[in-house]
């Protein structure tokens, strides 16, 4: 799906930390914080053949991503590198509240 | 128990403590006809607009709901804002779908996998997806912002109750809700309890029609017209209640509960690491119980090793130093999984059900064991059996597990034999106790009365015969406590009496040191000791 896109494509992994795996809560911090950028992103769990929109909370949802599994992150797009980043983070640090 | 008439009284599972009199409310999802299909444009628009609409109710609720409930909110706001959820559902408007056939057919879909999880969790999130579902529709067939108009301090009955239903009615006034279905882990359920509003689900059949209605949040009972007499004894019950809820919350926090010089240790039951969010589970001594039949319920039926590993390391993540007792699968009896257990049993409760039942099936027992051993060496664990009748039972089982650590072991993996104790909840084992080398006995008080009594514990007809403080059952758990205590071996009793305060002086009599209770009853339950042992009395 970002055979088309501009520019280079970004990618990460991280491990899903989270005690329960990719659930309600961690699935809407990762959607709404994808939405902040403009890049298109998609994620998997680590060999899976599709590559899911990271910013559907229902195909997160349905990823079912367990407890220790790792994340791929991809992104396209003008701000695909700080995109990729910020993920990483909020995966790696356990999806944590931000203080807003 | 005596003295509570039969005539419209009914029993369920606690899902939130507390006691409700009022007015008794039949509320039940009404479906209204099909919507008329326009032209493809208005249909689309329709459900642009019918989301808007969900979405600016949801926000409404959220901001008065805060904390939990805004989390389960926000999740249905998230659905409501995914475009690739959308884009599919507008797809199916265009190719001639009326928008509400086109939202439920997609909706339903979603509720589909999620009911198929193997994960408990998931399991759990499809009545918020069914919630949303219904909102949406709503909206779409014209119900606009119904309001349920529900006289306050109601007692309010549905076969089950979504979260933003729940939300909807106001409880300013108190009130209570009794559900026929549910589960007292659901949202709702988590909602009742942070609003304070008493809840019992599983009530099963109850009439349509009655006027005034009691709801016993400790005891799990419904009344329905009650007389004189129940009205009472409710009163009573609801008295001692309110007086002690206030201090229980301040003893909560004080590290251990003693009575009469002897530390009591309150240990909490579970299901699922989500069970510890509750926000009284970090003041348990431990993990008394974790059931893992649910693990069992998902699409194919069985989870692999991975699956159960995460799920049990998870609990011991959070218990840190303090033991967490797993009890293997007990399944059968009134708790059948396909593909495990065995069909057509003309007795059940009697049949081939919890450790029987996994000596049975090795190949399904071993993924267990695997997952256990592994977990083993992460925390404090300890593993029980249930339904155990006989020493060569526990020692079958032990060798298996001893047989599992090995082959693990010798795969490189790490891995432990962790404590191995059994449940004592068959009368033979409750007699025969010091005939089991267990390192630890956990009472099963529920159906050791059941067994004690010949009372099936399902039987409503038999609630009043169902009496766990029956002398029969004291004795026995008094017997095993005392084997215990000479033996220099732990028991505790995780049965349903536990929670109960009632039964406390009963079971501290008996000899129990160690109680693992449900977490809504942990204050409590701690209260109570506290006050047995100031030498006051339950009141």
Redesign the interface.
Known sequence: MLDKADGQIFSGNVQLVH???M???P??KL??LAKKFQAQISVRVEGAAEWI?A?????I??M?A???STIEIKASGSDAEAAVAALVKLIETDFPDEVS | MQGVAAALAYRGRTASIGFAHGPFVRVDAETSGDRIAGSLVEEALALRKAIDTASGQIAELAAIAGGEAA??L??QV??L?????IEEILAAISEGDAADVAWRSTLDA?IA??NS?E?E??KA?SS?LADLRDRVMTILRGGGARALAIPSGAVVCADDLPPSRFLEIDWSGGGGLALLRGSPTSHVAMLARARGIPMVVQLGAVPELGATALLDGEGATLELDPNAEQLRLFERRRDIHRKSRASARAILRRPTALWRGERIRLLINIQH??DLAHADAQYADGIGLMRTEFLLTGRGGLPDE??QF?AY??VL??AGQRPVTIRTFDAGGDKPVPGFTIDGEANPFLGVRGLRLCLARPEIFTVQLRALARAAVRGNLKVMFPMVTSADELEAGRKLFADTVQRLQAEGIAAMLPELGIMVEVPAAALAVNSFKAAFFSIGSNDLAQYVLACDRSNGALAPLMDPLHPAVLELIARTAEHGRRAGISVSLCGDMASDSRCLPALLNCGLRELSVTTSALAQIKQTIDRLSSGGNLG
Request: proline residues 0%; aromatic residues 8%.
């Open positions: 005690a329960v795996g659930h309600a809560r699935a809407v959607t709404k929109n910013k559907s909370v229902a195909k949802m349905a079912r367990a407890h220790g | 989390q389960i926000e999740f998230a659905l804002e995914d475009e690739d959820l979603q996998d999620y999880a994960d969790y998931l999130r918020d690491v989500d991975e699956a995460a390391d998870a993540r959070w």
